[in-house]
């Protein structure tokens, strides 16, 4: 097992407003994408009614977000649509448990895209997920939070579990803030997926990004 110093650092994994007008955030996610290291931005889009939002608006989303994040080295992921994200060239989808099974997203999106699964706070869904050869498994949700209604809640010790078994990169999602989030980093989470945590902090998204990089490379 590497001892901290050893790790390689935890990692922000930046998680979109649920709705948003593409054109408007602009200026917003290019503020916190420079405000510090992000490794992947996701594009989470729902309707009110938490579905998954229309095909047409995750597409010109994606054309206007996506060439911002890949200008800064940063991963674009698409969430719940494995068809957008091969028809949008992103670097690769996000499913959960009810959408697109795993193997089919694969054959959607190609061997050389990142595919991560959600696993709540499964051990068993997670072993599977990675058995099936996803990119990353993702836990949570670790904390309380307004923007997905949750049915299963994650502990830190999860993650040092996977983290002492597998070299699969782990995620931790759900509630996380600045102020809640070293907990998580010392049990070894390789990502934190953070979507209210930075676009509704008090001082700024761009604040948010860079006191979270305080956190995880001190
Ligand atoms: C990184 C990451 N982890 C978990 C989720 C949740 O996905 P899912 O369970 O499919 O729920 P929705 O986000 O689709 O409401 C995620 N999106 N990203
Ligand atoms: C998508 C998702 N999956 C589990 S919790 C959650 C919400 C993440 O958003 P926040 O960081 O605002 O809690
Ligand atoms: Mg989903």
Redesign the pocket.
């Known amino acids: 097992m590497s001892t901290k110093d050893e790790r390689i650092p935890t990692r922000l994994?930046l998680?979109t407003p649920p709705r948003l007008d593409p054109a408007g955030f602009a200026d917003t996610l290019k503020a916190a994408l420079d405000a510090g290291d992000v490794a992947s931005l996701?594009l989470?889009l729902?309707t009110e009614a938490?579905d998954?939002a229309p095909a047409d608006e995750l597409r010109r989303a994606a054309e206007i977000l996506m060439p911002l994040a890949h200008a800064r080295n940063v991963a674009f992921i698409v969430?719940?649509s494995p068809e957008i994200a091969r028809e949008m060239g992103a670097d690769g989808v996000?499913?959960?448990?009810?959408?697109t099974p795993y193997k089919e997203a694969r054959k959607i999106v190609g061997p050389d895209a990142v595919v991560?699964v959600?696993c709540h706070n499964s051990r068993h869904l997670a072993m599977e997920a990675g058995e099936a050869g996803a990119d990353y498994v993702?836990f949570?949700a670790f904390h309380p939070t307004d923007t997905?209604v949750t049915h299963s809640r994650a502990e830190p010790e999860i993650l040092t579990w996977w983290s002492e078994l597998f070299e699969l990169p782990c995620?931790a999602?759900g509630g996380i803030t600045v102020e809640n989030a070293p907990p998580l980093i010392e049990a070894g989470a390789d990502f934190l997926?953070v979507s209210a945590g930075v676009w509704a902090h008090e001082k700024g998204p761009a604040e948010a990004v860079r006191l979270f990089n305080l956190l995880m490379n001190p």
Do not use: E
């Open positions: 994994y998680i996701q989470r729902k938490g998954t969430n719940d996000h499913i959960g448990q009810d959408d991560g959600t993702a949570g997905k995620v999602i997926a």
